[in-house]
């Protein structure tokens, strides 16, 4: 209390101080639209928590959709549960989609304004992966946040379909830490027998 008073002391009449307070760790997550519904995987997403959906095609932050229901996905059938098909309502948009599928994806777990840009070419962490969205938050040329999609093993890494025939799809979610981007989280996906 006595370093606000002091800070507040200081100030210049006026003036507003601003206090950082200590934030959560980000952990984004990827999801994708496919027509009208919007597929998320990892963890469950929560109530009223905020999807930003960024259409790749036109370079472009659309808004974001506000959770309102969660349930399994019954398309794609993951053992552990790790996709789930969200529906929402729109916050903040400012263009519709420009069509096309695999054109619209999602982030959820950070905070994305309408400065945010999609980063084209953006050259993965490591061979045998594929881009799937690389944003640039802040609009200096740099990739921000990145995820990647490979066909994986049980450990995480990168290999063809497994021996039992089963499918597995690795998405990794990187940050920008100080010059270098920095692998945050792993959402292993395998489809059940």
Known sequence: MLV??????NASPGKVVRIER?????IPHFCGMFGTEVICVGP???????????DTRANTVLGELRVES???????????????????SPI??????????GTVFGVRGIRVDARARVVRNAQPPRDNVSVELALDLDEDGATDV????YACDASGNPSMIGQSGRA?????SYLR???????????????CL
């Open 70 to 88: 969660v349930a399994d996905s019954t398309e794609f059938q993951m053992c552990p549960k790790s996709m789930y098909k969200v529906t929402g």
């Open 177 to 191: 830490r100080g010059h270098q981007l920095e692998r945050v989280v792993q959402d292993v996906l395998q489809q």
């Open 4 to 9: 606000l008073t002091a800070v507040a002391a």
């Open 146 to 149: 990145m995820i990647t999609q």
């Open 22 to 26: 200590p934030r959560a760790a980000a």
């Open 44 to 54: 469950p997403p929560a109530i009223d928590e905020h999807i930003t959906l960024v």
């Open 168 to 172: 597995r799809i690795c998405f990794d």
């Open 92 to 101: 903040g948009f400012s263009a519709q989609p420009s069509g096309g599928a």
